[in-house]
Nanobody, 119 residues
Framework: QVQLVESGGGLVQPGGSLRLSCEAS????????MGWYAQAPDQQRELVAD???????YVRESVQGRFTISRDSAKNTVSLQMNTLKPEDTAVYYC?????????????WGQGTRVTVSS
């Protein structure tokens, strides 16, 4: 089993920056993919960005040029640098990790960290 610990959410003014981090620990053979999802009030959880074990990245179009995802494979962490934040970025952000354990690909979620962009 893998546990995820998220940090970095909070309240920020429009135009500000935040950095979310997520650390994975526990039992696994190899991490396949790490990413961040956002769930705004009364909306479904949606993918914001993810990064594969090979370093390939996806960033949702609405945040391209403002958000950057990175990964430290040695520390099993994934970070989301969020710049030029807008009120519409307000959401609970969830870390998502897909990992291999004994031949099975397993998905797990963090507890969520709230990001509020408001003046």
């Amino acid at each position: 089993q893998v546990q995820l610990v998220e940090s970095g959410g909070g309240l920020v003014q429009p135009g500000g920056s935040l950095r979310l981090s997520c650390e994975a620990s526990g039992r696994f053979n190899r991490i396949h993919e790490m990413g961040w999802y956002a769930q705004a009030p009364d909306q479904q959880r949606e993918l914001v960005a993810d990064i594969t074990s090979g370093g390939g990245t996806y960033v949702r179009e609405s945040v391209q040029g403002r958000f950057t995802i990175s990964r430290d494979s040695a520390k099993n962490t994934v970070s989301l640098q969020m710049n030029t934040l807008k009120p519409e970025d307000t959401a609970v952000y969830y870390c998502n990790v897909k990992y291999w354990l004994e031949g099975s690909l397993i998905e797990t979620w963090g507890q969520g960290t709230r990001v509020t962009v408001s003046s």
